[in-house]
């Protein structure tokens, strides 16, 4: 059974930054995706990155330019740092991570079946 651990989340002042962690209990790193999402109560789960096995990585468009994501080889995670943060950011961050993928009218779909328990993030204004 892989568990997925989140770590790093908390309250922060608009404009501040946080880095969010995602530890597996084998290596993060056997996936073919880590994908951070987020959600806010009432609203759907939405991606905000991934990394892929490739080492290409994907955005979601409302956080381009002030989030990263990456794999720490020296912890052994894989991290969000966010940047520039905004109240709107505030939702329960959580981290997936897929084994496969399956086409889908040419691009791939991560199966992203392994899932944390998620961290709160606040952002305050």
């Known amino acids: 059974q892989v568990h997925l651990v989140e770590s790093g989340g908390g309250l922060v002042q608009a404009g501040g930054s946080l880095t969010l962690s995602c530890a597996a209990s084998?290596?993060?790193?056997?996936?073919?995706?880590v994908g951070w999402y987020r959600e806010v109560p009432g609203t759907q789960r939405e991606l905000v990155a991934a990394v892929i096995r490739d080492d290409s990585t994907h955005y979601g468009d409302s956080v381009k330019g002030r989030f990263t994501i990456s794999r720490n080889y020296a912890k052994g995670t894989v991290d969000l740092q966010m940047n520039s943060l905004k109240p709107e950011d505030t939702a329960v961050y959580y981290c997936?991570?897929?084994?496969?993928?399956?086409?889908?009218?040419?691009?791939?779909?991560?199966?992203?079946?392994?899932w944390g328990q998620g961290t709160q993030v606040t952002v305050s204004s």
């Open positions: 084998g290596s993060i790193f056997n996936f073919l995706a």
């Open positions: 997936a991570a897929a084994l496969d993928a399956y086409d889908y009218e040419g691009t791939p779909s991560y199966n992203y079946n392994y």
